[in-house]
């Protein structure tokens, strides 16, 4: 069983940063194309950005192009989610997610649907202040 915890969430002004990390506990993430999703109160789970498991592949909405940065570190067992220039409208819950995405999908800059990702963790709060 892959447990997939998220961290680094947090209360941050509009055009600030944030890097978001996402572990696996008594597993690793190696063998999974991962995704960061988020949520808003009233709104869909949106995908934001994967990462395929080399991590030579990446993908984005196109929402958060140019200012999120995808990457993993397999050594450290880590993929982590880079924010700059954040937004209010950036504001939701962050979920990392472990699955399979195949790889001509991610690189057309396809996300992956939620129903792709197996495993998800519980959730770290980004909230942006205006």
């Known amino acids: 069983q892959v447990q997939v915890v998220e961290s680094g969430g947090g209360l941050v002004q509009a055009g600030g940063s944030l890097r978001l990390s996402c572990t696996a506990s008594g597993s690793t993430l190696d063998d999974f194309t991962v995704g960061w999703f988020r949520q808003a109160p009233g709104k869909e789970r949106e995908g934001v950005s994967s990462v395929n498991w080399r991590g030579d592949l990446t993908s984005y909405a196109d929402s958060v192009k140019g200012r999120f940065t995808i990457s993993r570190d397999n050594a450290k067992k880590t993929v982590y989610l880079q924010m700059n220039s954040l937004r209010p409208d950036d504001t939701a819950m962050y979920y990392c997610?472990?699955?399979?995405?195949?790889?001509?999908?991610?690189?057309?800059?396809?996300?992956?649907?939620?129903?792709?990702?197996?495993?998800w963790g519980q959730g770290t709060q980004v909230t942006v202040s205006s």
């Open positions: 997610a472990a699955g399979w995405v195949y790889t001509e999908r991610i690189a057309k800059m396809d996300v992956g649907a939620a129903m792709d990702y197996k495993y």
